[in-house]
């Protein structure tokens, strides 16, 4: 431990990063992606100081303070830092924790400035307050409770138990208490746990987000208001009566032959009521849908995993951990023609959220399936644009002002002035091509310029640690 932190405060030093010191920062002449609208300002002049976007002017109309650093971002374009609203870290469960430091840091070359963490331990809700206080350089961070649970599946299981009314009320009291910002749910609970835990929840104001139990059922969760993660079991909401099942596609159905078939008997009536559901209780989804479409509708070949930028960046036996249900399920996979209209079905699903309600969020759920930090999310943007069919300044939306109107943050999530300088520069518009994410110039983090040079170096730096890191011995 005590290596790693020697390490971070080098880093800090070499680099000249310190969240807490902020830097005065002019770009000049470079192109404005507000995120307000979907145009573009071109020729301007952003100053940065004391952590917030101070003017906003065409470059010609003012002259730069002395004392700003200057960076010269002509033919550049500049946007809000990119949310990441489902992640989990390696060193949850399967690394060592002493590589968290390293993991946070990755998603920062993305542009990937908040990490939204789904399955909370204490040391994440340490690791939003070394952050915030600039003791290391991350994202800014969230933090879901650990889970609550009808059954405890792993053997590293981070959570609570949950049979019933009391231990359901009592475990939101505990984790609100905690300072965790939700409530995180996954598998299995029965109706009297789940109303002890809404109960709570209501009393404490603290949202619940995660998984739909299958003994509760999507109707139910989406009148007590709870937050969808993976649009769990929309699929199964929508089977006609006269499917021969009706556990669908949404949770380990997935695995298993019989649930395919229900894409057969799509009934549409009640495909457009769980839409107009959603839309009027003000439900919020984080589809990870490249997660769910890269797993069980196309698969990512050989070539593409070993091509992509997670490959080189840890162990073969991690690496392997993450993959092993792709072998299993690819051995033997569904007719294609089903997983076509899998694929379809999703989108119509989010498209129709978005259009109508726009409470859809991007978020990646890494490292799930070897969709890491930072890249996990391009991936479910460009996933938002080619298979949702969403415009690329509606996927951004996702990225951007939706997160911070869902998380109350009525600063941030544009690039105006008076908000929060977390911002990424790009070197082409994404607002033309989504591929655009990729090419990045630069961030402002907290009001400090990082450039590309910069986050290249910390990512080589994690890169070199995480690939040493073995598999923790209890997942072996
Ligand atoms: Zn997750």
Redesign the pocket.
């Known amino acids: 431990m005590m290596r790693i932190k020697k390490f971070i405060y080098i880093l800090i030093l070499t680099l000249g990063l310190n969240q807490v010191s902020l830097g005065q920062i002019a770009l000049e002449n470079v192109s404005v992606i507000s995120m307000e609208d979907s145009l573009v300002l071109q020729n301007q002049l952003v100053l940065i100081n004391n952590g917030l976007i101070e003017v906003i002017e065409p470059s010609n109309n003012i002259e730069i303070p002395a004392k700003y650093e200057k960076i010269d971002a002509s033919g550049k374009y500049l946007m809000p830092g990119l949310y990441d609203m489902?992640?989990?870290y390696l060193s949850d469960d399967r690394i060592d924790e002493k590589y968290m430091d390293h993991e946070v840091a990755i998603s920062l070359s993305y542009g990937v400035l908040t990490n939204r963490l789904?399955?909370g331990r204490p040391e994440h809700l340490r690791l939003k307050k070394r952050i915030a206080s600039g003791e290391i350089v991350g994202p800014r961070v969230y933090v879901a409770s650990p889970q609550l649970s009808a059954i405890s599946f792993s053997k590293v299981f981070n959570g609570l138990v949950i049979k019933d009314f009391t231990q359901g009320y009592e475990a939101v009291k505990l984790y609100s208490d905690k300072g965790y910002d939700f409530i995180k749910l996954t598998f299995g609970l029965n109706n009297e746990s789940y109303q002890g835990i809404i109960k709570a929840a209501n009393e404490e104001g603290i949202p619940v987000v995660g998984h739909v139990s299958r003994k509760i059922k999507l109707r139910t969760s989406i009148k007590s208001g709870q937050d969808i993660?993976?649009l769990d079991q929309y699929m199964d909401a929508i089977i006609s009566n006269e499917a021969p099942t009706d556990e669908g596609l949404s949770a380990f159905g997935i695995f298993k032959e019989d649930p395919w078939y229900t894409l057969n008997f799509i009934d549409s009536a009640k495909l457009e009521e769980v839409i107009q559901l959603t839309v009027k209780h003000d439900i919020w989804n984080t589809p990870?849908n490249f997660l769910f479409i890269s797993s069980f509708a196309h698969k990512r070949s050989d070539s593409e995993l070993e091509k992509s930028p997670e490959w080189s960046l840890l162990s073969t036996e991690v690496k392997k951990e993450l993959l092993k249900y792709r072998k299993k399920y690819w051995d033997k996979p569904p007719a294609e023609d089903l997983r076509i209209k899998y694929e379809k079905t999703r989108a119509y699903i989010i498209k129709e959220i978005f259009k109508r309600s726009g409470k859809i969020m991007a978020g990646s759920?890494a490292p799930?399936w070897l969709t890491l930090y930072g890249s996990g999310l391009h991936r479910e943007l460009k996933n938002f644009v080619y298979s949702v069919g969403l415009s690329p300044y509606e996927a951004l939306q996702t990225a951007t002002v939706k997160p911070a109107e869902y998380l109350n943050e009525n600063k941030s999530g544009m690039v105006k002035m008076g908000y929060n300088a977390n911002l990424v520069l790009l070197k082409d518009n994404p607002l033309e091509n989504i591929e655009a994410i990729e090419n990045i110039e630069g961030i402002v983090l907290n009001g400090n310029w990082i450039s590309k040079t910069k986050l290249q170096v910390i990512l080589n730096n994690s890169q070199q640690a995480l690939n040493s890191a073995p598999l923790r011995s209890n997942e072996k």
Do not use: P
């Open positions: 489902h992640m989990h789904m399955i993660e993976h990870t759920d799930e």
